[in-house]
């Protein structure tokens, strides 16, 4: 399997970058395609900058390109107030305006799963349900989700590792993703 594995935040020290790379260690017989949101450098979208450049971004066009040729696709978001960090929506706007989409949605059915975790409690789980809810008008096939709250008190940062409780909920739900691609 092809998997494109992508973190949604743009901040250097990002904690759903560290629950990314946990689901990825699920994916070790398989190749990974694992990018950040600092990886697609991209304005804020505007109709009026799309009139004025006569060529589209070469890093949606990227990112387009990684949903096409991955069969799969693991995102690990933020939640920035109760909703989808304004850097993910950002490049959603600019693939949903390719001129090489030719009908397709920007996931293009392919089968995704959504992680997200934070400091507290609730664990980005609000922006997780209004992306299980908004996802499939983007083309994306939600197999599975799954929250980390409190990260902090799970993830110890000296040994750089999530406790036990937390691994195997992540590879619970890595492996029940790839299961769901193999039948
Ligand atoms: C602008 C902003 C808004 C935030 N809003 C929320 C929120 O609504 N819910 C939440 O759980 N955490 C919120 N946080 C805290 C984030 O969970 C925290 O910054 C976390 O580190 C973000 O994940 P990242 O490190 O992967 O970027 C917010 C943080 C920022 C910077």
Not at 28 to 47: A, G, R, T
Not at 88 to 117: A, H, M, Q, Y
């Amino acid at each position: 399997m092809k998997i494109f594995a992508f973190c949604a935040s743009n901040n250097s020290e990002s904690i759903n970058k560290k629950l990314l790379e946990e689901s990825c260690r699920n994916f070790q017989n398989h190749e990974v395609k694992f990018k950040v949101m600092n990886d697609f450098d991209l304005p804020i979208f505007s109709q009026d900058l799309e009139r004025d450049n006569h060529t589209y971004p070469q890093a949606a066009q990227t990112f387009l390109d990684l949903t096409a040729d991955n069969d799969a696709i693991v995102i690990a978001t933020p939640e920035h107030n109760s909703s989808i960090p304004a850097a993910f929506k950002n490049i959603v706007d600019w693939c949903s305006r390719s001129p090489n989409l030719n009908g397709e949605k920007i996931f293009r059915n392919k089968p995704v799963l959504l992680l997200s975790t934070s400091p507290g409690g609730r664990g980005g789980s609000t922006n997780l349900k209004h992306l299980e809810t908004i996802m499939p008008w983007w083309g994306a096939d939600i197999r599975f989700s799954l929250s980390i709250p409190s990260f902090f008190e799970h993830f110890d940062q000296s040994e750089a590792s999530f406790d036990k409780e937390t691994k195997e909920k992540v590879q619970g739900v890595s492996t029940q993703f790839l299961d769901s691609l193999q039948n």
